[in-house]
């Protein structure tokens, strides 16, 4: 397949005004409002410090939250912050295209940088609308003008079809920052190169991501071996008759995931040697750590794998040749239920194969446990991972490719 997308290596920008789109979406205290954490900041710093030190004049577009959440906020702390991480001044400005807005950028010298305000404060932000009808928004058509190119840095929104992520796309010419090139050089590695055995490692409590994975990746014949943990693994094992008592059965239906039963029956009557269930699971007893075969599960919640999965499981994992993981495999957070996700991850770590984790929890679980240098790709959006490895068309990715061919 034709992945060909343009980089910041095919560009001279010196003395160019691109506007660049990241994701610095962080966590914030709901009291003090301060930022909490600055992972993704970082992650982007190396785009926005290469720009400038190309002598770009780099115009960034970002944003935090969503309407009617706690945390949308301007994006003053993250211009403080981002200060701070690239070594030189990021201007902040506390509106999208006012008079005030593009005058700055009119006035810009090469290798200064400025951080426009939050673009989910404006509303034609957040509405599906198609490409032609994003390049036709005020924010598309008021900007556009003032710049030579649209650096698309932002993958952990790229499964997003919004104004600033394909918009701009539509009217200047459209080249992928360093952390986009990068996640899309991964992904689409394991792809178009896996090698087999191709062992998936799928779990978590959002159990639609990974099961949707699971079923492209059997379709297609993508993978050799799916190991089931968290919830996808509890769903499955209700489809294959367990019986995981009451209390699990109705934490299924409340996370919506009743239809998914009747996916995964599906799933299991056609592939059923390549889909690998729990023998036994790790239930909350007593605010303890209590192991049970699945055929003598208690009325009480499922909070991890046991350990006779997990050593079957690394198993599997330590003859891969190429790994996919999403989702932690229990309720990790909680001490004793740490085991099942940390010692998967060990052997992902251990293993000779080409490994990613799909970001999100299994990513953070990951660098608490110090395995960043040893996983061969750590992607830094977990639902733009899993889309993209799902075989699902990513729309920031596409406008890219699209862009390419225009040139």
Known sequence: MDYKFNTMDDFDLEGKTVLLRVDVNSPVDPLSGDLLDDTRMRLHSTTISELSERGAKVVILAHQSRPGKSDFTPLKQHALALSSIVGTEVQYVDSIFSKEARDIISNLVDGEIVLLENVRFYSEEMPKLSPEEQANTYMVKTLAPYADYFINDAFATAHRSQTSIIGFSQVLPSI???????????????????????????????????????????????????????????????????????????FIAER????????????????????????????????????????????????????????????????????????????????????????????????????????????????????????????????????????????????????????
């Open 256 to 407: 919506g995931y009743e239809d998914y039963i009747e996916i995964a029956k599906d799933l299991l009557k056609d592939f059923s040697d390549k889909i690998i269930l729990p023998v036994d699971l790790a239930i909350l007893e007593d605010d303890k750590r209590v192991e049970y075969s699945i055929d003598e599960i208690p009325n009480l919640p499922i909070y991890d794998i046991g350990t006779k999965t997990i050593e079957m499981y690394k198993e599997k994992i330590l003859l891969a040749k190429t790994l996919f993981a999403n989702g932690p495999a229990g309720v990790f957070e909680k001490e004793g239920f740490n085991l099942g996700t940390e010692d998967l991850l060990n052997a992902m770590a251990e293993s000779k194969g080409f490994s990613i984790i799909g970001g999100g929890h299994l990513a953070a679980a990951a660098s608490n446990l110090d395995l960043d240098d040893s996983i061969t790709h750590i992607s830094s959006g977990g639902g733009a991972s899993i889309n993209l490895i799902a075989g699902e068309e990513l729309p920031a990715v596409k406008a890219l490719i699209e862009s390419a061919k225009k040139k």
């Open 176 to 250: 992928a920052g360093r952390v986009m090139e990068l996640e899309l050089t991964s992904l689409f590695g394991i792809l178009d190169n896996a090698q087999e055995p191709r062992v998936y490692v799928l779990g978590g409590i959002k159990a639609d991501d990974s099961i949707n994975v699971m079923a492209n990746a059997l379709k297609t014949n993508q993978a050799d071996y799916i190991l089931t943990t968290g919830l996808v693994a509890n769903i499955f094992l209700v489809a294959s008759g367990v019986e995981l008592q009451e209390y699990n059965n109705n």
